[in-house]
């Protein structure tokens, strides 16, 4: 039952171009979504958030777009830096829950 | 850095055996959820706990168990560890609030425990 979906495993892109991760969900309940990026032997850091009353939120080179009809949520990353490299994961909850539930991770390799 | 705090880093079990992992919250922060990353998939959610009590579970059997003790930090124990057991162990603290809505959770470095 996956209920947060990310179907691209990776993506490759170079270093000053835009960088785009895509996440999928299943559940309309789900009214907080989260963005984390994780390096080798690192636990996830936290990256950016998204409540369901806003269709996007901007934090840097970092912005998640929300599209509720769809149940799609997308990252972008401009400009890429290869030290963005690293597992992006894609994370929902909803209020009242207990968990966050995530996504299978994209793999990002920016190219210098 | 978030300030959770897990410990060991890496351990090595034999199949069979029990295993405590233990976790400090961020500071400041009142619930501690653990998930199990294998590797190639995303973090999997076992249970939370909030005021020292299980406030929910996930898709685990009752082998793993867990704590919480008043200064909000945590364990997670597992019993008869099996080779499936494999896996990062990831603790996560946040604060929760009384609506249970918003609640971004901060994870610490991970247990890598190995199931030999």
């Known amino acids: 039952d996956q209920q947060v979906k990310q179907n691209s495993p990776s993506l490759s892109v170079q270093e000053g171009r835009i960088s785009i991760l895509n996440c999928d969900y299943t559940n309309s309940m789900f009214d907080y979504f989260l963005w984390y990026k994780k390096y080798p032997a690192e636990g996830p850091t936290f990256l950016i958030s998204i409540s369901s009353i806003k269709d996007k939120n901007e934090d840097g080179r970092f912005t998640v777009f929300l599209n509720k009809s769809a149940k799609h949520l997308s990252l972008h990353i401009v400009p890429s830096q290869p030290g963005d490299s690293a597992v992006y994961f894609c994370?929902?909850?909803?209020?009242?829950?207990?968990?966050?539930?995530f996504g299978a991770g994209t793999r990002l390799f920016v190219k210098a | 850095e978030t300030g959770v705090t897990q410990s060991p880093t890496h351990l090595i079990k034999t199949r069979g055996q029990q295993v405590t992992l233990r976790c400090s919250s961020q500071s400041g922060h009142n619930t501690v959820s653990w998930y199990q990353q294998a590797l190639g998939q995303g973090p999997q959610f076992i249970f939370q706990y909030y005021r020292e009590e299980e406030n929910g579970r996930g898709n685990f059997p009752p082998r793993f168990s867990g704590l919480q003790f008043p200064n909000y930090s945590s364990e997670l124990n597992v019993n008869a560890l099996e080779l499936d057991d494999s896996a990062l162990y990831l603790c996560a603290s946040s604060f929760r609030t009384v609506r249970g809505s918003g609640n971004t959770i901060y994870f610490g470095e991970g247990s890598w425990l190995t199931v030999v």
């Open positions: 994370a929902a909850s909803r209020t009242g829950g207990f968990k966050t539930i």
